[in-house]
């Protein structure tokens, strides 16, 4: 993955004509917190491993939503590329729950079908929950194979270009080749999760 240079350091003027002035607020009542408090004080984004490859950090797409300009927060990289590790919301002074607003985000940019900032990390997240649908859990080496058939198809040299890696981690007992499936009810109780909650994109 590539560093991005960062939209906020660009001199082009924000185009605020199509604002929604009521995003932040939407956003606040589902995830519990409250947007217009953020400071701009940066520490969430100081704090962020992956902040060198987001197109905002976590404090620009808070400035994004309190000014409203929703296609621009739900088109990012940053919603996408944030591991939800919650070191933002934990040094944020005003306890913002950050993790929780760019999950909603997330959740929104598929719901309103708009064009996903990283198609790869989303086929990611895709091939994980189809995993954990049919077995209970992820198996990490059907994980591998469903994303690279989402990603990048049939070329043979996509196909094995991991191949060393892999081998290396079976022999070393990391890496399981046939999935291990949650027994009795367990799995039941897992697929549940998924009705209705299962999209297609
Ligand atoms: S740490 Fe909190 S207050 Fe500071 S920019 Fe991030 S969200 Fe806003
Ligand atoms: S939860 Fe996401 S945005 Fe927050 S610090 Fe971790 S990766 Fe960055």
């Known amino acids: 993955m590539d560093k991005e240079e960062k939209k906020f350091s660009s001199a082009e003027p924000i185009n605020m004509s199509d604002s929604d002035l009521n995003f932040a607020k939407d956003i606040g009542k589902v995830a519990g917190t409250d947007l217009n408090s953020c400071l701009t004080c940066m520490s969430c984004s100081g704090g962020c491993p992956m902040y060198p490859y987001m197109d905002y950090g976590p404090h620009g797409i808070m400035r994004l939503a309190v000014l409203g300009l929703k296609k621009e927060a739900l088109t990012s990289t940053t919603i996408w590329r944030c591991v939800g590790c919650h070191t933002c919301a934990a040094v944020c002074p005003m306890a913002i729950n950050i993790a929780g607003v760019l999950d909603y985000l997330r959740e929104q940019c598929i719901n309103e079908k708009y064009p996903i900032g990283d198609k790869p990390i989303f086929e990611f997240h895709k ?75």
């Open 127 to 201: 091939a994980f929950l189809t995993s954990v649908r049919f077995h209970g859990r992820s198996s990490k080496v059907e994980l591998m194979g469903l994303h690279k058939l989402f990603t990048i198809g049939g070329g043979p040299f996509a196909w094995f270009q991991d191949a060393y890696l892999g081998t290396k981690m079976i022999l070393m007992g990391k890496l399981h080749l046939l999935p291990s499936r949650l027994m009795g009810s367990g799995i039941s109780q897992v697929r549940k999760i998924f009705i209705g909650a299962w999209r297609d994109r």
